[in-house]
């Protein structure tokens, strides 16, 4: 899985296995989930400078995903890779939203669009917490890029 990050976008490309196909050689939905939790988790670790098992572990802050909608608009294939782009779209106190769109490699088409919105949790608790400050920074940072469009799109 490569990453490539650009002033304003946060990509990462990946190869779709054929053991993540059914029959008919298209991408399994579940496997696009994975793929876009991957990408998530990727955008914590290049922004954040955590991952996921850390910020829980270490720092007793879960960030569960409240919400999650898809729209396919292509069949994804051992064919082609995938680009998977992620943008952060809102923040609020205690939480975020996220765009990921799966664009096919190299015809560019794109495959589908998720959406998905996690809220900052004490584990202690599981009540929300407000986003911590060094984390909200990078959040209204990559939002704001977002909403310029990208620099050097890729579809």
């Avoid at 939790?37 to 270490?58: K, M, P, S, V």
């Amino acid at each position: 899985m490569a990453t490539q990050t650009h002033a304003n976008t946060f990509t990462i490309q990946r190869r779709v296995p054929f053991g993540d196909t059914d029959a008919a050689g298209s991408l399994f939905f579940s496997h696009a989930v994975r793929y876009c939790l991957e990408a998530l988790e990727q955008w914590f670790i290049d922004r954040l400078g955590t991952d996921w098992f850390h910020l829980n572990a270490d720092r007793q802050i879960g960030s569960p995903f409240v919400h999650a909608e898809f729209d396919f608009h292509s069949a994804a294939t051992p064919r082609e890779s995938l680009e998977l782009t992620v943008a952060v779209t809102t923040v609020g106190r205690s939480s975020a939203e996220f765009t990921v769109t799966a664009c096919a490699v190299p015809s560019s088409q794109i495959c589908w669009v998720g959406r998905f919105k996690c809220v900052f949790v004490s584990t202690a608790t599981r009540r929300s917490i407000p986003i911590p400050d060094e984390f909200r920074r990078q959040f209204e940072r990559d939002a704001a890029l977002a909403e310029q469009g990208p620099k050097n799109p890729t579809v």
